[in-house]
Every structure is written in structure tokens, then in C-alpha cells.
């Protein structure tokens, strides 16, 4: 399921949406934009086992990270890129 939800803190009733169902979970936000990019800063994602919750812009950047959250769900530590 992908679903992009409307408002930029709308990520802080998913990730407690994922805490009370006892879900793990992975939250992916840009932090900071540089030129001309899909998303503002403060866009994010939400990644559990079976759902993708917001856009952080799409293209080959969301794709790989779909792939590092869903390594990191299985228990492969930590990932991050700049």
C-alpha cells in the first residue's frame, strides 16, 4: 500500500500509529534541499513491512531507499546518504 499523506507533521501520527500496533518501522525525511529537487525539506516517508506511507519525491533516491528500509526492517542497521 502507497499512500501520500498531505501534511508535513501527519508523519508523527504515523510513526505513533506504528508504535501502538507494535509495527517496526522506518522514517526517511529530507533534512535539507540543495537546487531544484521533486519535494521541500521536512517530506518524508514511512516504511513498515507491508505499507509505504508518504513521498520524499519518487525517482531513483525514493527507490533506493524503499530498498536500505526494507534491509534495515530485516535487521541490517542503519543507512543514511547526503
Same mark, same amino acid.
Given at each position: 500500500?502507497? #499512500?501520500?499523506?498531505?501534511?508535513?507533521?501527519? /508523519?508523527?501520527?504515523?510513526?505513533? +500509529?506504528? =508504535?501502538?500496533?507494535?509495527?517496526? @518501522?522506518?522514517?526517511?525525511?529530507?533534512?535539507?534541499?540543495?537546487? #531544484?529537487?521533486?519535494?521541500?525539506?521536512?517530506? /518524508?516517508?514511512?516504511?513498515?513491512? +507491508?505499507? =509505504?506511507?508518504?513521498?520524499?519525491? @519518487?525517482?531513483?533516491?525514493?527507490?533506493?531507499?524503499?530498498?536500505?528500509?526494507?534491509?534495515?526492517?530485516?535487521?541490517?542497521?542503519?543507512?543514511?546518504?547526503?
Amino acid at each position: 500500500m502507497i #499512500s501520500a499523506l498531505p501534511g508535513p507533521a501527519d /508523519w508523527i501520527d504515523a510513526a505513533l +500509529d506504528c =508504535v501502538h500496533r507494535r509495527q517496526r @518501522g522506518v522514517l526517511a525525511m529530507v533534512a535539507h534541499e540543495r537546487g #531544484s529537487t521533486p519535494r521541500d525539506t521536512g517530506s /518524508w516517508m514511512l516504511l513498515t513491512k +507491508d505499507s =509505504v506511507l508518504g513521498t520524499i519525491g @519518487g525517482g531513483e533516491l525514493e527507490r533506493t531507499l524503499i530498498e536500505a528500509a526494507r534491509a534495515m526492517l530485516e535487521g541490517a542497521g542503519s543507512w543514511s546518504r547526503a
